[in-house]
């Protein structure tokens, strides 16, 4: 009897170890098709066979150097952040469900061509693959990765147009049935803290007449928080050669260039999210809205979301509502309300991918008709020397009769979206006779001087854009550009003007020069004002005094015009009472003596780069090693920003966003590129490419870009196949 139990057992084993067996296989023999060779950056440049193959060593690349990373960005995206963190962000899991079930998420890639199944599988096999082989490495949540979770994360920016739904709002609703009054803004989405620092980026497009070579040129330097994008490049012999930046977990990509073309993405503010105010009653015992002479059934449905308390895994389970309009994610007053978003991941993913393959302006601009990138503008770049501009992509059509800025009426069919506009119909720039594109984030009616689109010619919510400091620190860079080189670029990149104060510090002067009762003590302090170039640099005192100023001037000063952007912190240096400006000086001036002893403090002893661990929620000590940088903030109109705070516990502030990928890029005959990276390519502290572009990144000392084969093999410090490094 114990023999034929035993043989039972053994039947049964070998039963389930096929599948296993095949899997583990079929990934050993799609890594043979795969070769990750690391340059002496640690920069993967991963070659497959197929374009499947090298994304299934992309995956597999990005997981060695960050999996952490890797995993919470689909940790949050499929809604199953409160497993990692709790409780509190159950409303951040309920408002990703409400926009895709996994039923959904499964259905879409069930529907997708094959050729992006092929990739979507790729992507899942590259993780889990890195997980088969680096058993010591432990998932906090994903202990397994699916071909569907693409389908969560199908733009380019991680968080993108849903972030603008406040979970707190889904909260009020689904857990209270209760209803907030709308922002200041006449609606209920988020908004960014005035106070915070500008997240975004920067892109400019150089044609050959600004050229020393007489190619375009592209300037790549997303704005985002540090570690938020490796640098990868990655290969096939099916077409692909895409160098620049991918988000965490994605499998294209984002912002970056191939050998014929460069595309680089900033955060729009076009209004392409919309509020539908439903008339919801029930009728039958069953829940009903209102549209047009119809009452039509409201889609109910549940969702079950687990979250960690403590060493325990427990449950909820909610209600999840929709109309046409799509999901209801608040109340106003006794209606609910619906937030309806782009949501089209497999054109999305579509789109995202092909991109990177593109040859020809004409194919680009075929591309951006899918018109799925919704939270983006697009600045680009070719080898045949053309340069381009799109403000935004994805806009829907809407009656001008209705102010969509607000909630409108669901039950009105005239409100409803009518379709989307075609490229042909939206805000773009083709080869301006300026010879020059940018766009900081800013209103693009200034992207090209005189030759910019003209406001009056579109709807209001094609361009809500205001003008930032750093658009205007743009244009008056690129109107004197001329013989660019690479480092000439990068030089511009990195001019250290400080348009933001050209009216605060000499309204400050005037206010103490003019004032009867000034504050003698002030003086030293107002003379090095006086005497200061607007330009920030590690050994500026002026700097750090401005910081100080404009800082606490933006916290304290009155704004009795509810002025905004440019527009305010100009009213400080020109309209506002000198014995404010005064009384505010002074108080920061104490400020920086207490956290430094003296005004007199040069700017890089305040403002610091720090890496300490490879932790996602980062932490900094005053008394550990730091370097001084004297990039400044974008809120001053900084070009090439350095996003720094007090952190708990610190008084020197140290740099958490801004520049953090940034490339040049030559579109020649061959492509030539350079690039920095902030801190390193690598997650892991005891990686040599953890720190080593740290100091390279303070001084702005860019490094070539190996894009060719035969460069990559001369810079090659590792070569391997996954699962194969020594």
């Known amino acids: 009897m114990k023999k034929l139990l035993f043989l039972l057992f053994i039947s049964i084993l070998y039963s389930c170890q096929p599948k296993a067996t095949d899997e583990v296989s079929q990934w050993e023999a799609q ?139 889904v909260k009020s609703f689904y857990e209270n049935d209760q209803s907030l009054a709308l922002t200041e803004f006449g609606d209920g989405l988020t908004h960014p803290d005035p106070y915070e620092e500008p997240k975004g980026s920067n892109g400019f497009a150089i044609a050959g007449q600004h050229t020393a070579s007489g190619d375009a040129m592209l300037l790549i330097n997303p704005h985002t928080s540090f570690y938020f994008r490796p640098e990868v490049h990655v290969v096939s012999e099916e077409g692909l050669n895409a160098y620049g930046a991918v988000t965490w977990g994605q499998f294209f990509v984002y912002q970056g260039f191939n050998d014929r073309m460069g595309w680089m993405h900033t955060s729009t503010a076009v209004d392409f999210i919309d509020e539908f105010v439903e008339e919801v009653s029930e009728v039958d015992g069953k829940l009903k809205y209102k549209y047009g002479e119809e009452m039509r059934d409201v889609q109910v449905s549940e969702v079950t979301l687990k979250y960690k308390e403590g060493n325990e895994m427990k449950e909820r389970t909610f209600p999840m509502y929709r109309t046409h309009h799509g999901p209801v994610t608040h109340k106003l007053d006794d209606k609910w309300v619906v937030t309806k978003i782009n949501w089209d991941p497999v054109n999305a993913l579509t789109q995202s991918y092909t991109r990177t393959k593109l040859k020809t302006n004409e194919e680009f601009r075929k591309m951006m008709n899918i018109r799925t990138n919704s939270s983006n503008n697009t600045v ?35 409100t409803d979206w009518q379709g989307k506009h075609t490229v042909d119909e939206v805000i773009t720039i083709f080869n301006p006779a300026n010879g020059w594109i940018q766009n900081c984030n800013s209103t693009p009616f200034t992207a090209a001087l005189e030759f910019s689109p003209k406001k009056e010619d579109y709807p ?62 002030l003086k030293p302090a107002i003379e090095v004002l006086r005497n200061w170039d607007l330009r920030t640099s ?27 952007g440019n527009e305010r912190v100009d009213y400080y240096g020109t309209g506002s009472p000198y014995s404010e400006r005064l009384e505010i000086f002074e108080a920061s001036i104490k400020e920086l003596e ?63 966003s801004g520049n953090s990928f940034v490339a040049v890029v030559e579109f020649g005959d ?43 093999e001369a810079r090659a410090a590792e070569t391997y196949k996954p699962g194969k490094r020594k």
């Open 31 to 169: 890594a043979e098709n795969v070769q990750i060779i690391r340059d002496d950056f640690g920069v993967p440049h991963i070659y497959g066979k197929t374009d499947a193959d090298a994304v299934f060593g992309l995956l597999y690349a990005q997981c060695e150097d960050d999996f952490a990373r890797v995993e919470r960005n689909y940790v949050w995206a499929t809604g199953r952040l409160a497993e990692m963190e709790g409780e509190d962000a159950l409303y951040s899991d309920l408002r990703a469900r409400l926009y895709m079930t996994v039923e959904e998420a499964k259905a879409a890639y069930d529907a997708s061509p094959k050729w992006l199944q092929e990739l979507c599988d790729a992507y899942a096999d590259g993780i889990n693959y890195y997980l088969h082989t680096h058993p010591e490495v432990q998932p906090k949540v994903l202990t397994r990765f699916e071909p569907w979770f693409p389908m969560f994360f199908s733009e380019g920016s991680i968080g993108g147009d849903i972030e603008s739904i406040s979970t707190r709002r």
């Open 460 to 521: 209001v919510y094609m361009a809500p854009d205001e003008e930032n400091f750093r658009g205007v620190h743009a244009v008056k860079v690129l109107k004197e550009a001329k013989d660019l080189t690479l480092d000439g670029l990068i030089e511009l990149a990195y001019d250290p003007y400080l348009p933001a104060f050209e009216k605060l510090i000499p309204g400050l002067v005037e206010a103490y020069d003019k004032s009867a009762n000034k504050n003698a003590d």
């Open 594 to 656: 207490a956290d430094f002893g003296t005004w007199n403090t040069p700017w890089g002893e305040i403002n610091r780069f720090q890496r300490l661990s490879g932790d996602i929620d980062l932490k900094y000590d005053d008394n550990k090693e730091s370097i001084a940088i004297g990039m400044a903030s974008a809120r001053w109109g900084a070009l090439a920003s350095f996003g720094a705070s007090k952190k708990p516990g610190t008084n020197r502030i140290y740099g958490s």
């Open 380 to 414: 680009y770049a070719d080898a045949d020397g053309n340069i381009a501009y799109y403000h935004g992509n994805f806009i829907p059509k809407r009656d001008p009769q209705f102010d969509y800025s607000k909630p409108v009426d669901g039950s009105n069919p005239a």
């Open 538 to 564: 590690k050994e500026s005192v002026a700097m750090s005094m401005a910081y100080y100023y404009g800082s606490l001037y933006s916290r304290m000063g009155k704004n009795p015009e509810r002025l905004s």
């Open 670 to 712: 061959k492509v030539k590129a350079k690039s920095i990276l902030a801190g390193g390519q690598s997650g892991d502290p005891a990686s040599p490419h953890f720190y080593d572009q740290a100091q390279r990144y303070a001084d702005a000392e860019f490094k070539d870009v190996a894009y060719y084969k035969e460069d990559v």
